[in-house]
């Protein structure tokens, strides 16, 4: 049986340092996850913010919750992430959904869970060093070599089957035990 772990969950609001003193004491009390909020335009810019969390701590993982596959293309969100996998000793974890917050409040529609999973994908492959075809370009970052785990953010039947076939966990913020049970569900269908 899988062992419950905890994580804390930030909006990035000013100043950036208060994030990295809270992440710090987060682990120091013991978390397992250190999240912060990726809407660019609600938020600050989290990527310069992991730098400072993954400075001030040694074991707790650092990602976001959640990005998606457009705000940044895909292949900015793969380097970056690691880039910070190796200043963070591979710590990174990356929490994706398909654009809610950050694409609605500009205006746009999320993206499609077909698009979500496809760039699932490429960015697990690209951000651990694999050659990837992008736009018929086969590309790879040679210099990365920790893996990136993926958690997808999702409600609904399609998305949730998405996280059962390529991601290594689902965000579900839900309290509910019989919802929680329902998503599940799809999970455990697309895992299959």
């Known amino acids: ?3 419950l772990s905890f994580g ?3 909006a990035p609001d000013p ?3 208060r994030w990295a ?3 710090k004491l987060a682990e120091a009390q013991g978390f397992e996850y250190a999240w912060l909020f990726d809407s660019h335009v609600l938020w600050q810019e989290v990527y310069p913010i992991f730098t400072l969390m ?3 701590t040694s074991r707790i993982k650092i990602g976001p919750c959640v990005t998606n596959p457009t705000t940044r293309d895909p292949t ?3 380097s970056a992430l690691a880039t910070l996998n190796e200043i963070s000793g591979g710590r990174m974890v990356m929490g994706i959904g398909r654009g809610d917050s950050a694409r609605r409040v500009l205006g746009q529609k999320p993206v499609s869970v077909e698009q979500l999973e496809a760039d699932c994908r490429l960015i697990r492959d690209l951000a651990a060093g694999r050659e990837v075809s992008y736009d018929g370009v086969k590309i790879r970052l040679k210099w990365a070599e920790h893996e990136l785990p993926i958690w997808i953010a999702g409600y609904g039947p399609k998305a949730l089957r998405a996280a059962g076939r390529v991601a290594d ?3 579900i913020q839900l309290a509910d ?3 929680i049970r329902w998503c599940l569900q799809f999970v455990r269908e697309g895992a299959q």
Do not use: K, Y
């Open 1 to 3: 049986m899988a062992r």
């Open 8 to 10: 804390v969950c930030f």
């Open 15 to 17: 100043p950036p340092s």
């Open 21 to 23: 003193d809270l992440t």
């Open 54 to 56: 993954a400075a001030t």
């Open 76 to 78: 900015v969100t793969a």
């Open 169 to 171: 966990g689902v965000i």
């Open 177 to 179: 035990p019989a919802i």
